[in-house]
């Protein structure tokens, strides 16, 4: 059975840059016809996509972000990270992430990032 | 990019009743749709995929149906455990995107 689990700080200052990773067990980030992905959940509000890679690397961003947002996978540690630059208020969310193969089957707990100074 | 939107925001039921609220994409989306359940301080959990597939380990009173633009996600017999709030998510075209969700609360 897959566990994801996301790691990083909770608390990021403005302008500076978001960083988390998420850890994956019971399954391979480069094996199968999976996407790894991070959704990001804003407090009270709707679900929101950022980004996804795929097992061979490839990676698609939404591109209401694109320009901030990187996503990589580490294959020695079965991990994949978020990077998103110059955050503010608004990207102060519950970031999640996820597997999907037509549908996000398996999900991280999430982790709450707050952007402030 | 695709909009989904939900109605209602906010049902009020009671147990046992059956609901059925809607999702409506901008663009058709053929069949691609997803359904999801959220508790408070949960992740979402995957209910229908594919429109109106069950994902294994969902109870059946819960279904889905449509295609193109509009679809129904229904609850034949309210439970318990099933307050919550409810997404459609369209994996039609990228970006992906999700409704802004409908929470079904206790009358």
């Known amino acids: 059975q897959v566990q994801l689990q996301e790691s990083g700080p909770g608390l990021v200052k403005p302008s500076q840059i978001l960083s988390l990773m998420c850890t994956v067990s019971?399954?391979?980030?480069?094996?199968?016809?999976?996407?790894w992905t991070w959704i990001r959940q804003p407090a009270g509000k709707g679900l929101e996509w950022i980004g996804r890679m795929y097992t061979s690397g490839s990676t698609q961003y939404n591109p209401s972000l694109e320009s901030r947002v990187t996503i990589s996978g580490d294959t020695s540690k079965n991990q994949f990270s978020l990077k998103l630059s110059s955050v503010t208020a608004a990207d102060t969310a519950v970031y999640y992430c996820a597997r999907e193969n037509w549908k996000f089957d398996s999900w991280g707990q999430g982790t709450l990032v707050t952007v402030s100074s | 990019d695709i909009q989904m939107t939900q109605s209602p925001s906010t049902l009020s039921a009671s147990v046992g009743d059956r609901v059925t609220f809607t999702c409506r994409a901008s663009?058709?989306?053929?069949?691609?749709l997803v359904w999801y359940q959220q508790k408070p301080g949960r992740a979402p959990k995957v209910l229908i995929y594919?429109?109106?597939t069950l994902e294994s380990g969902v109870p059946s009173r819960f279904s889905g149906s449509g295609s193109g633009t509009e679809f129904t996600l229904t609850i034949s017999s309210l439970q318990p455990d099933d307050f919550a709030t409810y997404y459609c998510q369209q994996n039609n075209n990228l970006p992906l995107s999700f409704g802004g969700g409908t929470k079904v609360e206790i009358k």
């Open positions: 019971g399954d391979s980030i480069t094996s199968g016809s999976y996407y």
């Open positions: 663009l058709s989306i053929s069949r691609s």
């Open positions: 594919q429109a109106s």
